[in-house]
Structure formats: structure tokens, C-alpha cells
């Protein structure tokens, strides 16, 4: 409130001050004509000036501005794939029941159009684990070691510009603390496995867009990287950094 009182003053000031201007003018030089033809102009030229400013000048700055900061958050979003999301990925995507038969795997010298052809059916996949074959006491080994990154990346304000990654950073954590918070992920009651399930899937389900994302931020930016992700890609049982023909 006193920051609009203050603007509100000094505005009032600014307009007391131009009218008095006009009036020192006016009896110095006897000429209105001369005056509202001018001013009159002025302010049809306010008109062009906002539009040039406002629509024009900062939306060019804006959209550099945003450019630098997605290159800076998506430094961060490719530290937590090194980190972690490859890793967890790769770990569910091993036991995912309709994957492995559904989806079309490609390499780096593949087309572009399977490259969108791998995008399409992994979009179109659920994302849902067989949770008699998760290994959670490795899950949970996993994340525990990467809390204290995952807290980092919470803490960097630069996240704030991408909103589903915070998501996917949040969920991560979340199941982490799930999984810390039992003593024993052995014979645990259906009911319990079952809430642990909705939370991989949370994990999985919004985790893999964001892959997409970046691979595709990745090949557009940097090729090189590309390269090595495409290779350890996370739902490829097959995949190798090693480089074949």
C-alpha cells in the first residue's frame, strides 16, 4: 500500500509539474495553438511507443531472457538424469508389463521418424510395474544415497521456472521417504504394497516425459550428449555406452 501511495504521489507530481511547465509557456509565448498542437502529437505518439516498448522491444528481451534461463534449468535437469533418473528408469522400465512388447527402441543413426515413432509409443505406454518383481530394498538403497542431491536441486530457485520437473523432483523425493520410513520392505501387507506401487508410478509416469524432453532438448542443443544418452537409454534392455557399428 505505501509503494502505491508513493507511485500515486510522484505521478500526481509529474502531471502538476507538466501543466505547470504548459502554463510558463503559454504566458511567456501567448500561443495555445502552438501548445495542444504539440501536445495533442505527443500523445498520439504514446500510443506507437507502447507498442514499440511493450509488445516489441520487451518481448524480444523476454524471450532471451527465458532462453537463458531454460538453458540453466535444463543443466539441472540434466544432472538429476545423471544422477538419478536414468538410473530409476532403467529400473522400472525392467519391470514394466507392457513396455518391453510394446515399444519401438531406435539408435543413433536411426531416421528421425522412428525417433518420433519411440516418442509416440512410449507416450502412449501406462507406466505400470509388476511389483512382485521389484527389488525394493534396492530401490530404497538407491534413493537414500541420492537425498541429499535431491535436497540441492529443491533448493535451487531456478526450478521454480519448471513447474512438471519440480513435480517429478517432489514425487522422487516422496517415495524416498516412503521407502526410508518402514524398516523392512519384506512381508509387508498387500494393502501397503499397493501404495508403494501408486507411488512408483507417480515416479515413472511423469519422470518419462520429462526424458523425452530433454533427449529432445539434448539432439536439438547438444549432439554429443545425445549420442551418450541414446545409448544408455533407460528402456532399452539392451542399451551400452559402448559405441558399435
Do not use: C
Request: aromatic share 12%; net charge neutral; proline share 3%.
Amino acid at each position: 500500500m505505501k509503494i502505491e501511495s508513493k507511485q500515486l504521489l510522484i505521478g500526481l507530481l509529474l502531471v502538476i509539474l507538466s501543466a505547470l511547465v504548459y502554463t510558463i509557456h503559454y504566458f511567456i509565448f501567448r500561443d495555445a495553438h502552438h501548445i495542444f498542437m504539440y501536445l495533442i502529437g505527443d500523445i498520439a505518439f504514446v500510443f506507437l511507443e507502447v507498442l514499440i516498448v511493450t509488445l516489441i522491444i520487451e518481448r524480444v528481451l523476454h524471450n532471451r531472457e527465458k532462453k537463458k534461463k531454460m538453458k540453466k534449468l535444463n543443466m539441472v535437469i540434466g544432472a538429476f538424469f545423471s544422477e538419478i533418473g536414468t538410473n530409476i528408469l532403467a529400473i522400472f522400465a525392467k519391470i514394466d508389463k507392457h513396455l518391453l512388447d510394446n515399444i519401438v527402441f531406435f539408435q543413433e543413426h536411426s531416421k528421425p521418424d522412428k525417433f518420433n515413432e519411440f516418442v509416440k509409443k512410449l507416450k502412449e505406454n501406462e507406466f505400470i510395474v509388476d511389483i512382485e518383481k521389484m527389488n525394493w530394498d534396492v530401490v530404497k538403497k538407491f534413493l537414500s544415497e541420492k537425498r541429499d542431491f535431491m535436497l540441492r536441486l529443491l533448493e535451487n530457485p531456478s526450478l521454480l521456472e519448471h513447474e512438471k520437473f519440480t513435480d517429478v523432483l517432489w514425487a522422487t523425493f516422496h517415495l524416498t521417504e516412503e521407502l526410508e520410513s518402514r524398516d523392512s520392505l519384506e512381508g509387508l501387507p498387500k494393502e501397503d504394497y499397493m501404495h508403494l506401487a501408486g507411488d512408483v508410478h507417480r515416479v515413472y509416469s511423469s519422470l518419462a516425459p520429462q526424458w523425452i524432453a530433454y533427449m529432445k532438448h539434448l539432439k536439438v542443443t547438444y549432439p554429443h550428449l545425445f549420442s551418450l544418452a541414446l545409448r544408455i537409454n533407460p528402456f532399452d534392455p539392451d542399451s551400452s555406452a559402448i559405441v558399435k557399428e
